[in-house]
């Protein structure tokens, strides 16, 4: 593994369909890395998550997690799935949804909960603030809560790296905002990789933005400029700085500072 890297895409190409989703695409995540992944939609960024979490293998290039193949190393990494795809309608408790992202770590069958998945379960719902809830049904909670739950459900597998898909995509605005908070004080514990379409809720905090429409551009600096939108949206993007005025986004077709 190249010193401090957690994720490392070497010439990563997947075709789905007969379609090129990712193509030659190369991207580092380092150790303590906020990392932001931006992109239209159906621009291959789930893809690309999949491919990280070793579950769709590339047609050409490598993947190496905390130095291993991505189906070895997956129980080190906490994946929270794009909100639509959980059912909230489902009869479950915040603890037992919670406590589910402990699944991974029981090998013995009949799979049973034990102290230790228990004393994660609580750790995790405490950090994200759902620690009243846990007794209330999934389906009681606001939209807000329940990403909350989610996000609690992957951090009870004690992962070195958080990655999320469209965290913010199903949560108003301002609840937006302060969940970039929330990622922000994570990343202090472990290395956050997430997904967007939308620019807008980026963190002023985050460490590295990569724009990717089935290729990658990056210049491994929190800036997003404006070859990089170029590149990934194809056409020229209002950069005015979504609420993060001290943030510079170069003009369209200037390089970064
Ligand atoms: N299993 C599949 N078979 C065929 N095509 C697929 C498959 N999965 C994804 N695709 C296509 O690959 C492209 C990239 O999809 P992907 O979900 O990775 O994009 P995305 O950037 O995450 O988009 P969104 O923001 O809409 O979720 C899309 O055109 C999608 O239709």
């Known amino acids: 593994m190249t010193d401090g890297a957690v994720i490392e895409v070497e010439h990563v190409g997947v075709d789905l369909g007969g379609r090129t989703v990712l193509e030659d695409v190369s991207l580092r995540i380092c150790r303590?890395?906020?990392?932001?992944?931006?992109?239209?939609?159906?621009?291959?960024?789930?893809?690309?998550?999949?491919?990280?979490?070793?579950l769709i293998h590339p047609d050409t290039g490598e993947v190496r997690v905390l130095g291993g193949p991505p189906d070895e190393q997956r129980h080190l990494l906490g994946y929270v799935p794009q909100y639509r795809t959980f059912d909230f309608s489902y009869p479950l408790t915040v603890r037992g949804m919670v406590l589910s992202g402990r699944l991974?770590?029981?090998?013995?069958?009949?799979?049973?909960?034990?102290?230790?998945?228990?004393?994660?379960?609580?750790?995790?719902?405490?950090t994200m603030g759902i620690a009243d809830l846990a007794d209330r049904p999934i389906s009681a909670l606001s939209g807000g809560q329940q990403q909350r739950a989610i996000i609690a459900r992957a951090l009870a597998g004690n992962p070195e790296v958080l990655i999320l898909d469209e965290p913010t995509v199903y949560v108003d605005s301002p609840t937006g905002e302060h969940f970039m908070d929330v990622l922000d004080v994570l990343r202090r514990q472990m290395t956050v990789v997430f997904v967007t379409h939308d620019i807008g809720v980026l963190s002023r905090h985050v460490t590295k933005v990569a724009c990717l429409n089935r290729r990658i551009y990056t210049h491994d600096t929190p800036e997003i400029t404006g070859d990089m939108i170029q590149g990934a949206y194809g056409c020229p993007v209002d950069l005015i700085?979504?609420?993060?005025?001290?943030?510079?986004?170069?003009?369209?077709?200037?390089?970064?500072?």
């Not at 303590?32 to 291959?44: C, E, H, L, R």
């Not at 013995?108 to 379960?121: I, L, M, N, Q, S």
């Not at 993060?244 to 970064?256: I, N």
Request: hydrophobic share 35%; net charge negative.
């Open 32 to 54: 303590g890395d906020f990392y932001a992944i931006i992109g239209p939609n159906g621009g291959g960024k789930s893809t690309l998550l999949r491919v990280i979490l070793g």
């Open 104 to 126: 991974g770590h029981i090998a013995r069958f009949p799979r049973r909960y034990g102290e230790e998945d228990r004393e994660a379960a609580d750790g995790a719902m405490e």
């Open 241 to 257: 700085a979504h609420g993060l005025p001290h943030r510079v986004f170069a003009e369209h077709g200037e390089e970064g500072p």
